[in-house]
């Protein structure tokens, strides 16, 4: 939301400059006595001159241009003054966004560049890159058989994207174990919840609003997922899935199968993305389904982060300074537009050309 601004109590961080405006209160009388000589000439010849046609003169003539053109040089210098006023704006809360990543082996599928949790993971750097980092927080927890919650909630980037560095290329469950071959839905969900309760334990009840990115393939699920969800909907966090995989599939990584391990050859070897079960999901919590290579990273970290925006409640109303140089530089433009209209000689064109280049320049070097 804009804020509201009071231009009556507007003040100058450079006020020494405003004794330039002296400029062009000069030209504007010189502009007012040529105009009233023109108007006296006008009526002088209309009087003294008999012809058939009634002739007539203009108003102001080529006048206009160059009033428009004091009228820039005027908002220009009030710029470099850099004005400021005080206003009012409405502060809005910020998300608390929990990343569950499905580790299992599933994800170590080559069907995407380089393989399904790599591709998953450079979407949550972008994710990390479009959030503003404000009031916004985010955690992370990985989940195969077992759920390892990585990250708390935390507003610090840095942290974040160090232990993003370290989980780019593969996640902490190992391939040959067992429990790797699992993926336990319900676990990872209520690790997500785990988290978001720990957090109010430590630092009390968050304003932000909170959801759950669930980034999976949507492969061979275990536990009561039911239940899980069913918590999520009661604490009203709504779960945001993000598919990973492509529809056709990909060979599972069965050369790494635990020596210990008996491969059924009637159980699947192929893997591919499952995305009924994730609409499915996103549907029983109000989120939405998002895929990875149908939309955009870019646009859909975007949409999640405008989605919790939404759900976040207003904290009320702030007092800030707003910096107002920017509607004076707007009104420059204008007027230099406004003049361009009047100019009927190429040489005046190039003067107000030329004009116009020199006060950028002098503006955006003092602004800066």
Request: charged share 25%; hydrophobic share 50%; with cysteine.
């Amino acid at each position: 939301m804009l804020p509201r601004i009071y231009f009556r109590q507007i003040a100058f961080s450079n006020p020494e400059v405003l004794w330039l405006l002296a400029i062009p209160a000069a030209l504007a009388v010189l502009w007012v006595v040529r105009f009233a000589k023109r108007r006296a000439d006008a009526a002088r010849l209309g009087e003294g001159r008999i012809l058939p046609v009634r002739q007539r003169f203009g108003l102001a003539g080529d006048l206009p241009f160059w009033l428009f053109l004091i009228a820039a040089i005027t908002c220009a210098i009030i710029a470099l003054a850099r004005p400021h006023g005080p206003a009012q704006a409405v502060r809005q809360g910020g998300v608390d966004i929990v990343i569950l990543a499905d580790g299992s082996a599933s994800m170590r599928t080559k069907d995407v560049a380089g393989d399904r949790w790599q591709r998953a993971m450079r979407f949550v750097r972008v994710l990390g890159e479009s959030l503003a980092w404000k009031d916004d927080r985010v955690a992370m927890s990985l989940f195969a058989h077992i759920a390892t919650p990585q990250i708390r909630l935390t507003r610090d980037p840095n942290t974040f994207f160090f232990f993003l560095d370290h989980l780019d290329q593969a996640p902490p469950f190992r391939l040959e174990d067992d429990t790797t071959w699992d993926t336990n839905l319900e676990l990872g969900v209520y690790w997500g919840l785990r988290v978001v309760e720990r957090d109010e334990d430590l630092h009390g009840k968050s304003s932000n609003a909170k959801l759950f990115i669930l980034l999976s393939d949507g492969e061979s699920w275990s536990g009561e997922i039911a239940k899980s969800l069913q918590r999520a909907n009661e604490a009203h966090i709504p779960v945001f899935p993000v598919g990973v995989g492509s529809l056709t599939g990909g060979p599972l990584p069965l050369e790494a199968l635990p020596p210990t391990a008996i491969h059924d050859p009637d159980e699947p070897t192929w893997s591919h993305l499952d995305r009924d079960s994730l609409e499915r999901i996103a549907e029983a919590t109000s989120g939405q389904y998002f895929e990875l290579d149908r939309d955009g990273d870019r646009h859909i970290a975007n949409a999640i982060i405008d989605a919790g925006k939404r759900l976040a409640p207003s904290l009320g109303v702030v007092e800030q300074s707003e910096e107002l140089y920017w509607w004076f530089l707007a009104g420059a433009a204008a007027f230099l537009g406004l003049g361009v209209l009047f100019i009927r000689e190429r040489a005046e064109l190039w003067i107000q050309l030329a004009g116009a280049v020199a006060v950028l320049i002098v503006a955006s070097r003092w602004l800066q």
